[in-house]
Structure formats: C-alpha cells, structure tokens
C-alpha cells in the first residue's frame, strides 16, 4: 500500500535556467518533500511542498550541537525521454547509517524512496538533457526542537530538495592535482568518518582551504593516529592501480561507504581485475611511483563519477601519476558507469531505477 503524500503545488513556478549556465548547486526546482519527527509520534505529515525558506526556532538543536545528516544522488535524463535513478536505495541505507550514529530516528527507506519518485515526477521538466547534466538530489535530515540541554533532539525534519547540474567536466576530464594534509586530520576510528555527518564536512573545510591556498584542487586526508595510512580525496573515495592490482582504502570506520566505490570495485572484479580493499601508506604509494608500479590514482564520488589524479604533493615531495593524464582503467570504469546511468549501455547489475 503507498503512503499518502500531501501534494501543494507552487503558483508561481521559476523560469528554468540554461543548461549551458547550471554550474552545481546554484538553482533548486519548484517543489521539496518535507517530513516531520516528534518523539512520541514517530515520523509524520509527509508532503511535497512549493520550495521555500525554512521557518526554525534559533534554539533549533541542529544549530548548536550539529545533528544533521545528508545524502546525495543524481536522476539522469535518458536518449529515449526516460528518468533514471543510480542505486537510490543504497543512499537512503547508507542515510540510516549516519542517523543512527547521530542518534537520528529511522526513517522507512520504501516511503523515501516512493517520496523521492513522485516529487521527480512533479519537477520533471526541471531535469536536463543536455549530455552531462543532471539533477542533483538532496535529501538531509536536521534536529528541529528548540532547546540547549546537550541531548539527541525529539523534534526532526526529514527533507529532500532537487537542483539540475551541469556537466562536471565541460571541457573534458583532466586530471586533478592532490595536496595530500598531514597537519589537520578528518576522522577517527569511532568518529563520525564513516557517516555523511554535516560535521564531518565542515572539520574537513580547512584542509581544503590550505590545499586551494597552494594551489591544489583537493585534499588527500591520512589516517588521524598514524598520520600515514591514506583515507579520501576531499569528498571521494581514493583508489590506486599498483603493479596492474586495484587498491582502496578499507572501510575503517573513518571513510565514507562511498556508492561509486562500491561501484567501482564491482565493475573492475566483473573484468578480471584484482580488486584489494587494504589499508595503504603514502610511503608504499611513493615507493610505488619511485619503483614505477604506481600506473594509475582517481578518486570515485557521486559528483564527477571518476575523477583522475595526476599529481601529488607530500610534505614538499611531488609526484606525477603515469603521464598526468587519465589513466585506461579510469577512463574505462567512467565510460561504463555514465553509460550505465544514461540508459546507454546494458545494466548488468541491476542498478539502475526507472522514475515512473
């Protein structure tokens, strides 16, 4: 039986910008799905809404002891006019992870699901077709009740907001230069790494700040005990190509379950790659390259699928990955998983959802 959603649509509907000008992140569509938490009552009141500000206490939880959570995924706009979803119901597992380490109630994974379908379907028109855009989905979870006492709050919203988004390499994947941090740290074992906590993003801000001062694109975060196992790019997971093997960091509890990793891993096995899921020093990174077994680096994430390393940069020590440029595996695993996300190429997996 499908849960009764109240639907108000908008009024007044905002012109929808040019797919050549969407950047990321910069225009949201007409409508939000919204659901509330009261302790006592469960999750409640589930509507899809016009897109507006939010109306919040400033003794709202959330502002004072960091309770928010998010996820993020994209709908895709096929050749033949479909919608297509990537693994939504692995975002929305992996969205209880992190609120239930945050002490967030468990939200039903099939209503976010049916939730998220019906309000695609509504703001349709907003999603690009344009080769290499998309519509970027948000769904987030914050602590809503007003009070100071250092305690899981009893009040929640549960929303969901959509923004179309351009191509994340207009001119072509080029490689990116990595700055890799052994001065701040992200994440421990035990902590919130493994979660898409709100504050596991804004711990990592500053790291990110320094690398862009020196002139990189992004951060390779180590281990915060060691400070010498390697963990994320940025946002990404990390993978390396050493001596023809795949190699990513293990899920320690410090790095994020990243759904392209696990993506990636799947695809790479499916054609005889050997795939290792190990811890991996930036010593025995270096001592790759030194030796020249190092032959390929990306990192995976939902935003640029694979994005290509070609340099790094360790305490003043450069190197560069293969010949800077894209390496063959890499090129080979984006080409599959966009055709896969496009309707354009056969969905072995099964991982592909059709908006309908």
Request: aromatic residues 10%; hydrophobic residues 40%; proline residues 5%.
């Amino acid at each position: 039986m499908k849960p009764e959603i109240k639907v108000e649509l908008t009024k007044t509907p905002k012109p929808k910008p040019p797919s050549d000008s969407l950047g990321f992140g910069k225009y949201f569509t007409d409508h939000m799905f919204i659901m509330d938490y009261t302790a006592g009552k469960g999750w409640h009141d589930p509507m899809i809404v016009p897109y507006a500000p939010l109306m919040l206490d400033p003794a709202a939880l959330v502002f004072h002891y960091g309770q928010a959570v998010f996820e993020g995924m994209k709908a895709y706009r096929s050749a033949d006019g479909r919608i297509l979803l990537f693994r939504p119901e692995k975002n929305f597992e992996r969205l209880n992870n992190s609120d239930k380490r945050l002490c967030i109630p468990h939200i039903d994974e099939e209503l976010a699901l049916y939730a998220l379908n019906e309000l695609i379907k509504i703001d349709a028109e907003w999603i690009p077709s344009t080769e290499g855009t998309s519509l970027y989905i948000r769904p987030f979870v914050i602590a809503t009740e007003a009070a100071l006492g250092v305690r899981p709050s009893g009040m929640y919203k549960f929303i969901i907001i959509l923004s179309p988004v351009g191509s994340y390499y207009p001119q072509g994947i080029n490689p990116v230069r990595i700055y890799i941090e052994d001065e701040y740290v992200r994440a421990v074992r035990g902590g919130i790494g493994f979660t898409k906590g709100a504050a596991n993003y804004a711990i990592s801000l500053k790291g990110q700040v320094k690398a862009e001062e020196l002139g990189y694109m992004q951060v390779l975060w180590l281990d915060g005990v060691e400070r010498k196992f390697i963990e994320e790019v940025g946002a990404s997971n990390v993978f390396f190509k050493i001596s023809g093997v795949l190699v990513t960091p293990e899920l320690s509890g410090s790095i994020l379950s990243g759904i392209t990793r696990d993506s990636v891993m799947q695809l790479a096995t499916s054609w005889g790659v050997s795939v290792e899921e190990r811890k991996i020093s930036i010593i025995e990174l270096y001592e790759a390259h030194e030796k020249g077994t190092l032959e390929e680096a990306f990192g995976s994430g939902t935003a640029a699928v694979i994005s290509p390393i070609g340099e790094f940069n360790w305490q003043g020590r450069k190197i560069t990955v293969g010949d800077g440029g894209i390496g063959r595996l890499a090129r080979r695993i984006y080409d599959e998983i966009i055709g896969i996300q496009y309707g354009r190429l056969e969905d072995k997996f099964n991982w592909v959802r059709v908006v309908e």
